[in-house]
Every structure is written in structure tokens, then in C-alpha cells.
């Protein structure tokens, strides 16, 4: 059972970044892949959840109208489109495998290592 998530780096306020994570080994009972974040000095927070099979995404707050989720056609691999960035979204952001559609991250038993975002000019 395996996540890896990539695809952070820098960019300047108002640009995007595409992050990946790859998935593997997961039985079908783990349909939702999370994207959560943490800042610097902060907790860490719900970004989106997506489901694997339909693809079909949900956002929080923070996340509706910026960032977009997606997945690939075998499903193994999930997409965070992030865009029209802030200062105030430069984090870590993970990915997470969970069995219940959710955006608690203690419905989350599978974490990948993170990817670092840092939005700066």
C-alpha cells in the first residue's frame, strides 16, 4: 500500500501548479483519495476529497473554485489542479487514502509523504 505525492514546488502568486499522486496496492474498499494541507505553524486541513472510480471530486471551502480534482482512467493516479495561488496556500500538501468518503483526516488510515507548495514572488 503505497501514496506518493509529487508535483510542489515555487511559483508566484496568481500562477498554478498541477499535483500528482500516485497510488498502489490499495484493495477497492479505499475509493477516496484526500488532499489535505499544512502550513507552516498551522494544523492541517481538508483541501478535497476525489473518488477514484467516478471521479468525481468534492471541495472544502478553501479549495472551491481554484483548485480542481481529477484522476486518471485506470484510477490509480489522482490530480490536485491548483490554481489562481496565494501566498497563503504555500504548504505541504498530502494525499491520503481513506474507505469513507470524507473530509476528517482521521477517515484516513494511508498517507503519502507530502509535496511542498511555496507560494512567493
Known amino acids: 500500500v503505497q501514496l506518493q505525492a509529487s508535483g510542489g514546488g515555487l511559483v508566484q502568486p496568481g500562477g498554478s501548479l498541477i499535483l500528482s499522486c500516485s497510488t498502489s496496492?490499495?484493495?477497492?474498499?479505499?475509493?477516496?483519495i484526500g488532499w489535505f494541507r499544512q502550513a507552516p505553524t498551522k494544523g492541517r486541513e481538508a483541501v478535497a476529497y476525489i473518488i477514484k472510480r467516478v471521479g468525481r471530486t468534492y471541495y472544502t471551502d478553501l479549495a472551491k473554485d481554484r483548485f480542481t480534482g481529477s484522476r486518471d482512467a485506470a484510477g490509480t493516479t489522482v490530480y490536485l489542479q491548483l490554481a489562481s495561488l496565494k501566498p497563503e496556500d504555500t504548504a505541504v500538501y498530502y494525499c491520503?487514502?481513506?474507505?469513507?468518503?470524507?473530509?476528517?483526516?482521521?477517515?484516513?488510515?494511508?498517507w503519502g509523504q507530502g509535496t511542498l507548495v511555496t507560494v512567493s514572488s
Open positions: 491520503a487514502a481513506s474507505n469513507i468518503a470524507s473530509v476528517d483526516e482521521d477517515d484516513y488510515h494511508y
Open positions: 496496492g490499495f484493495t477497492l474498499d479505499y475509493f477516496a
